[in-house]
């Protein structure tokens, strides 16, 4: 998987958060145990403001540069290699609605290989697969660091509270904050391994309350309450609604114009009431305590 992270630094360019115009509202918040962050949007800036499976419509060009970087032919029309991508989702989508899941997730080297399929292009080795849907990432969803993220997430792990993650995510995303970030997520990383809870994994996706129904069981199994929990994200709908719902408190992000999402006139967030708005992820230091001690808790 190096290699793979070395490539997504290869194929990564900087780019500079978005100010959003956003006031802050800061509060010293007692009694929590736990934060858990959203990928995209808040620990990485997302040209896109999401994860590509997510985001706008791909582009053309970026599919044949694509195949030509895993030495596949690129005799296929980019936007029609697009429109299979696209169609393979949505038939994916549509069969596990139909298995009553509201808020499906694919798992993209899936979505690829039936694509090519359909394209008549005979799909490649897995590690070149895995590199296809790599390469293609890079090109239509640019990341890079969301400032100050490592320094804060190491700062946060210093306090001795417990870090994970919920995200809507495919299997290189933890690839992605390894490449920007510096931070291993895998066994042993400042993130508890089994308190990450990735969309890919469990193929549902956020706004749903699925993944953060699997996050609060694995946190009762550390002996951590969901009002011990703070959940960081930048969406008032995917992030802030959901957490709220499962009784976390809420931090919204809203530090990049790109991926801020207030969903203003959605019904759906009428009621969602963050507990702090940070402009800056150095701010969430002013909320959060040090840990309690053993003894604290009795």
């Given at each position: ?5 070395a490539?997504?630094r ?13 006031e802050p509202r800061?509060?010293?918040?007692e ?5 858990l962050?959203?990928?995209y949007?808040t ?12 985001a706008a419509a791909g582009?053309g060009?970026?599919?044949?540069s ?5 030495g596949?032919?690129a005799?296929?029309d980019g936007?029609?290699g697009?429109?299979?991508?696209n169609a ?14 509201e ?6 080297t899936?979505?690829?290989r ?22 293609y990432e890079?090109?239509?969803n640019p ?21 994970g993650i919920v995200?809507?995510a495919?299997?290189f995303?933890p690839?992605?904050?390894r490449?920007?970030?510096g931070?291993n ?12 809870v ?11 309350t ?6 609060a069981?694995?946190l009762?199994?550390?002996?951590i309450e969901?009002?011990e ?6 969406d ?10 499962m009784?976390f408190?809420?931090?919204?992000f809203?530090g ?11 019904e759906?967030?009428?009621?969602t009431r963050?507990t ?12 959060l305590?040090?840990v309690?001690t ?5």
């Amino acid at each position: 998987m190096t290699d793979f992270v070395a490539l997504i630094r290869e194929r990564s360019a900087p780019l500079e958060a978005l100010p959003t115009g956003t006031e802050p509202r800061v509060a010293a918040l007692e009694g929590v145990r736990a934060v858990l962050f959203d990928v995209y949007g808040t620990l990485v800036i997302s040209g896109s403001g999401d994860v590509g499976v997510n985001a706008a419509a791909g582009r053309g060009d970026a599919f044949v540069s694509s195949l030509q970087a895993v030495g596949l032919p690129a005799t296929v029309d980019g936007e029609i290699g697009v429109e299979a991508l696209n169609a393979a989702i949505r038939d994916d989508h549509a069969a596990k609605r139909d298995l009553r899941i509201e808020y499906p997730e694919v798992d993209i080297t899936e979505i690829w290989r039936n694509a090519l399929g359909v394209l008549g292009v005979e799909p490649p080795e897995r590690n070149d697969l895995l590199r296809l849907t790599i390469e293609y990432e890079c090109r239509v969803n640019p990341t890079w660091t969301m400032p100050h993220a490592a320094e804060v997430v190491k700062a946060i792990a210093g306090r001795g509270l417990l870090l994970g993650i919920v995200s809507n995510a495919q299997w290189f995303t933890p690839l992605v904050v390894r490449a920007h970030l510096g931070l291993n997520m895998a066994r042993g990383s400042l993130f508890a391994e089994d308190v990450m809870v990735w969309s890919y994994e469990c193929r549902r996706a956020k706004p749903g309350t699925y993944l953060y129904e699997c996050a609060a069981a694995k946190l009762k199994s550390h002996g951590i309450e969901p009002h011990e929990v703070l959940y960081v994200g930048n969406d008032l709908l995917n992030d802030c609604t959901p957490a709220q719902q499962m009784g976390f408190r809420t931090a919204l992000f809203a530090g990049d114009e790109r991926s801020l999402r207030l969903r203003e006139g959605d019904e759906r967030v009428a009621n969602t009431r963050p507990t702090v708005t940070v402009t800056d992820l150095r701010q969430l230091l002013d909320c959060l305590p040090a840990v309690e001690t053993a003894a604290d808790h009795g």
